[in-house]
């Protein structure tokens, strides 16, 4: 009964997503730092090849994410659906 839950569903999803954001800023910053300092050390480089990293896997959990949003929103059109069909035969029956 629980378009409260679903909702709550969404908000964590929304909430992860803007965290996410969050960390791909960083990674945009530190990667223009990088670029204006010119560093090529080996240092510089290991850092930049983890951040790639990180973007991918970031990249993966937004496609998590998004498949499990439209779960919870076609979810919630079904039993919206339902109730208005429920509703149609209650006010049929009256």
Same mark, same amino acid.
């Given at each position: 009964? $629980?378009?409260?839950? *679903?909702?709550d569903h969404?908000? =964590?999803? #929304?909430?992860?997503?803007? @965290?996410l954001?969050?960390?791909i800023?960083?990674?945009?910053?530190?990667?223009?730092?990088l670029r204006r300092?010119? $560093?090529?050390?080996? *240092?510089?480089?290991?850092?930049? =090849?983890k #951040?790639?990293?990180?973007? @991918?896997?970031?990249?993966?959990?937004?496609?998590?994410?998004a498949?499990?949003?439209r779960?919870?929103v076609?979810t919630e059109?079904?039993r919206?659906?339902?109730r208005?069909r429920?509703?149609?035969?209650n006010?049929?029956?009256?």
């Open positions: 009964m $629980s378009y409260s839950q *679903d909702m969404l908000m =964590v999803l #929304r909430d992860k997503i803007a @965290q954001r969050k960390e800023a960083e990674i945009q910053r530190s990667n223009e730092q300092e010119g $560093s090529n050390g080996a *240092d510089a480089q290991l850092a930049c =090849v #951040r790639n990293e990180r973007l @991918q896997a970031i990249q993966q959990e937004l496609v998590q994410l498949d499990l949003g779960k919870v076609s059109q079904l919206e659906k339902h208005n429920l509703h149609l035969v006010k049929r029956a009256s």
